[in-house]
């Protein structure tokens, strides 16, 4: 269950966002939720957005093993440039297992797993992100079109699946280094992410 909390201005770098907060509950327990909202949403016109998952490492601190950090900044970048659009933080760490287990598998990474075989040896599946939560929020906020800024064609369906209307991808294609390539390229060839126009 999504409820909504409240709403705030947040002057950032890019520009003064609106961020508007939701609770989940789920089996007694709480995740908080945000969605940044630039201009007039709740319009017929598809919406430039987002729809982006935690990273602390990458969104955080920095960290040039993933292109999280870089997708976050040229997401705000492009509602900014727009004047109009909306970004989906959603709480969901490390591809849905958690900060720490996190941690264990970029340890199993270091010694030489791939992303989805590191998830796969603590007994996870590559990707279990929940994108359902998503569709409150969107109801909330009046937004039922969208240009969406992605390279994970499992957002277009979910999002489609959702009755959100997905008008355009938007490919979002920053952060690329040497201390990522072999990430990048796994999210190519085993999770299907799109990394051309």
């Known amino acids: 269950m999504i409820t909504y909390v409240e709403t705030c201005q947040l002057p950032t770098q890019f520009g003064v ?3 508007h907060g939701f609770s989940e509950s789920v089996n007694g327990q709480t995740k908080e939720h945000v969605v940044l909202t630039m201009g007039a949403v709740n319009t017929p016109e598809p919406v430039l957005a987002r729809v982006h998952s935690e990273c602390l490492t990458g ?3 920095f960290s040039l093993r993933c292109d999280c950090g870089p997708q976050l900044e040229g ?9 109009r659009g909306a970004l989906f933080y959603l ?5 849905g297992i958690g900060l720490m287990n996190k941690i264990r598998a970029y340890h199993l990474q270091d010694g030489g797993a791939d992303t989805v075989e590191a998830n796969e040896a603590l007994g996870f599946g590559a990707d279990l992100r929940d994108y359902a939560i998503v569709e409150p929020m969107a109801s909330h906020l009046g937004i039922t079109q969208v240009r969406l800024l992605t390279n994970n064609p499992r957002k277009i369906d979910a999002l489609s699946g959702m009755g959100i209307e997905v008008v355009a991808r938007v490919p979002l294609k920053k952060g690329h280094n040497r201390h990522n390539e072999r990430y990048l390229a796994t999210k190519g060839d085993r999770l299907g992410h799109l990394f051309n126009d």
Request: aromatic share 4%; no cysteine; charged share 30%.
């Open 75 to 83: 997401a705000m970048a492009a509602i900014a440039d727009a004047g």
């Open 59 to 61: 969104d955080g601190l």
């Open 91 to 95: 709480r969901q760490e490390g591809r």
């Open 17 to 19: 966002f609106e961020m």
